[in-house]
């Protein structure tokens, strides 16, 4: 079992939809939570960090931690063309970060 | 945030030689860390590179073939040696803020082994 599991998609929607993206973690010792967005032949580019159970919003993304129940997710409101992209869900212990398999999103105008 | 720059871009190797990539952070970080994205594949963390101290190698990745130098806070090196076409990756460094833990990462170096 990985540690860290998320969805590969491809997940595909219609501009201004609302998207889920999740993932499960086996490891109570993780710490910090963090997505993180990356383009095509870019680096990843952190978009959300938690380290507490319970929901952060900026903008329109808002990262959900459920530490009972292991789980971590991301919603995006309203999404645009311009979120295209692959969504990685990464947790930390020690400075360390275990990454899930990463998410490809596709928004449709 | 921290703004991390690498070296080269992209490169295309031949089996059997060595590449060093280089990592430069506009700020004095601690923790560095490498990491290997093959193609397709999320990120898996070779070794974290902290400052006057030997690097620390993850499962399945060892100094001989991915020898790793910190000189100081802001810059380090992982060399690629003896390459194979099963190098052929995206490898990339991140650092951690020491106040926050958030970690950033640079663009990437883009390698391709024939």
């Known amino acids: 079992q990985k540690e860290v599991e998320q969805d590969p998609g491809p997940l595909s929607v219609p501009e201004g939809a609302i998207v889920s993206l999740n993932c499960t973690y086996s490891n109570s010792a993780f710490q910090y939570f963090m997505w993180y967005r990356q383009y095509s032949r870019k680096g990843p580019e952190l978009l959300m960090y938690?380290?507490?159970?319970g929901n952060k919003e900026d903008g329109r993304f808002t990262a959900q931690v459920d530490k009972s129940s292991k789980y971590i997710s991301l919603f995006i409101r309203d999404s645009q063309p311009s979120d295209s992209a692959t969504y990685l869900c990464?947790?930390?212990?020690?400075?360390?970060?275990?990454f899930g398999q990463g998410t490809e999103l596709s928004v449709k105008p | 945030s921290a703004v991390i720059s690498q070296k080269p871009s992209r490169d295309i190797c031949q089996r059997g030689t060595s590449l060093t990539i280089q990592c430069q952070v506009d700020s004095q970080v601690t923790m560095m860390f490498w990491y290997r994205q093959q193609p397709g594949q999320s990120l898996t963390l070779i070794a974290t590179?902290?400052?006057?101290?030997?690097?620390?190698?993850e499962s399945g990745f060892v100094i001989d073939k991915f020898p790793i130098s910190r000189p100081n806070l802001t810059f380090s090196t992982l060399t690629v040696s003896n390459m194979s076409p099963e190098d052929s990756s995206i490898y990339l460094c991140s650092v951690e803020d020491p106040t926050s833990h958030e970690q950033y990462f640079g663009p990437g170096t883009r390698l391709t082994v024939t």
């Open positions: 590179a902290n400052q006057g101290s030997e690097a620390t190698y």
């Open positions: 938690t380290y507490s159970s």
């Open positions: 990464a947790m930390s212990v020690g400075g360390k970060l275990i």
